[in-house]
């Protein structure tokens, strides 16, 4: 079951709450989608997000696909991922981030500044979305915190600038996987939503 949310802010901030029980009742977890860059047609409504939250419900967990507000260069897309993880926080137990492309990269920026999530998942990130916004570096503070992380990513793309993120984990020991695909996972949605939900529900329903 899905609802429609409006997330608090200063920016125009709206996401489909994706709910595991059918009558639409919360579970105790979630997880907050980040879409893909919004100039490149990126919303809550991509495949591969919609993969991944049909992976989590099934599992139990909750997911919370939102839209960024007006371009904003990537600070302000940053913002719009801590304000869902904020109205998450105050509805949950316990709260991932998930992201895709852009939103990979905004997703593991953001759970840098967030102590005390279960888990970050990021799909096909690229190395960064401005000069202040650096996935790399995100990913140490990722490991100091102890935030379990893992990078999922296409062998063949070459849309994002993915690698340094890949190289920076497997130095810090986090868990990385090759899909043999391109950046878009052609006919691998369903594959990368279940990769998805495997790293993630386990911790959060166990966190």
């Known amino acids: 079951m899905s609802d ?3 997330i608090p802010g200063g920016r125009d901030v709206r996401a489909t709450l994706d709910t595991a029980a059918s009558d ?3 579970a105790d977890a979630v ?9 490149q047609r990126g919303h809550r409504g ?12 099934d599992r139990g967990v909750d997911c919370l696909r939102f839209d960024y ?12 991922a801590d304000a869902a993880v904020g109205w998450a926080a105050e509805r949950y137990d316990r709260v991932g981030l ?12 953001t759970a840098a500044s967030r102590p005390g999530l ?23 503070d990722l490991a100091e915190l102890g935030v379990p992380v893992r990078v999922l990513y296409a062998t063949r793309d070459s849309t994002a600038d993915w690698e340094p993120v890949v190289e920076r984990a497997g130095e810090l020991g986090i868990e990385t ?18 990769a998805v939900a495997a790293f993630l529900a386990p911790r959060l329903r166990d966190a």
Do not use: I, K, M
Not at 46 to 57: F, G, I, K, N, Y
Not at 69 to 80: H, K, P, Q, V
Not at 181 to 189: L, T
């Open 98 to 109: 998930f992201g895709f492309s852009f939103g990979g990269t905004v997703a593991l920026v």
């Open 118 to 140: 279960a888990g970050v998942c990021a799909l096909a990130p690229t190395a960064r979305l401005n000069p202040d916004v650096d996935a790399v570096a995100a990913l140490d």
């Open 24 to 26: 639409g009742s919360r």
């Open 177 to 194: 996987e090759g899909f043999e695909s391109d950046h878009f996972f052609v006919g691998r949605a369903g594959r990368v939503g279940e």
């Open 4 to 6: 429609t949310v409006l």
């Open 46 to 57: 991509d495949e591969r997000l919609v993969a991944a939250s049909d992976a989590l419900t």
């Open 69 to 80: 507000g007006d371009w904003d260069e990537g600070y302000g897309e940053s913002t719009d």
């Open 31 to 39: 997880v907050v989608a980040c879409p893909p860059h919004p100039q």
